[in-house]
């Protein structure tokens, strides 16, 4: 069965310091992966996605994120993080089972970031 | 177009009352999917819509919910008889079919307590 496995639940970096937020996924054809950020009380903001193509994908507000399928995982980056960076992390991975096209979520990284 | 809405983004409710959610989709987007996400939990997959067409349901939607999008514009989600067990944030998403590899743009969802 599909999954998505975001083995950190909580991180704290300082201000400026650099960011990895690790995801493992489990997917038997070529998955189509995501990473969404979510702001206390808020929806999802689409960060950056892969399908195909190019292993390092650019995503919006400086993060950047490579597929490594020999490890199964889909790992988001940043070099320099911001204050305005702290938010809840998901890694989801598509299920196109039966058509559906359904995200398959990880549990979640809640990032802090020390002033 | 504003993006997916989701009303009321808050719903406070006593146990055994009936409570209904709307979304309203982005205007051309044919497909939309409900989602609950419960706290340090990343969202579950509820339900799917096709136009007005309820393709799949998951095993966590009880007998207590229901879906409907009767015009495949806005979706209504009911649950009835709420239980403790049912608070969580709601979430509505949708796409368009054929483009399932450029990510949903998700609402910012209702927050459902139920005391």
């Known amino acids: 069965a599909q999954s998505v496995t975001q083995p950190d639940i909580h991180i704290t970096v300082s201000e400026g310091a650099s960011l990895e937020l690790r995801c493992n996924y489990s997917y038997g054809a070529t998955p189509y992966l995501f990473w969404y950020v979510q702001s206390p009380g808020q929806g999802l903001q689409l960060l950056l996605k892969y399908f195909s193509g190019d292993t390092l994908v650019q995503g919006i507000k400086g993060f950047e994120a490579e597929f490594k399928r020999s490890q199964s995982s889909f790992n988001l980056r940043k070099p320099s993080v911001h204050w305005s960076d702290a938010a809840e992390y998901f890694c989801?991975?598509?299920?196109?089972?039966?058509?559906?096209?359904?995200?398959?979520f990880g549990t979640g990284t809640r990032l802090k970031v020390l002033a | 177009d504003t993006g997916v809405s989701q009303n009321p983004r808050h719903k406070i409710t006593k146990r055994g009352q009936n409570v209904t959610f709307r979304c309203d989709p982005i205007?051309?987007?044919?497909?939309l999917y409900w989602y609950r996400q419960t706290l340090g939990q990343g969202p579950e997959f509820l339900t799917y819509?096709?136009?007005?067409?309820?393709?799949?349901k998951s095993r966590l939607l009880s007998d207590r919910f229901s879906a409907e999008r009767p015009k495949g514009s806005f979706s209504t989600l009911e649950i009835q008889r709420t239980e403790q067990g049912d608070s969580a944030m709601y979430l509505c998403?949708?796409?368009?079919?054929?483009?399932?590899?450029?990510?949903?743009?998700f609402g910012s969802g209702t927050r459902l307590t139920v005391v």
């Open positions: 819509f096709q136009n007005e067409a309820q393709l799949e």
């Open positions: 998403a949708s796409s368009i079919s054929g483009q399932e590899n450029y990510g949903y743009t």
């Open positions: 205007s051309e987007h044919n497909r």
């Open positions: 989801a991975v598509v299920s196109s089972t039966s058509g559906t096209y359904k995200y398959i």
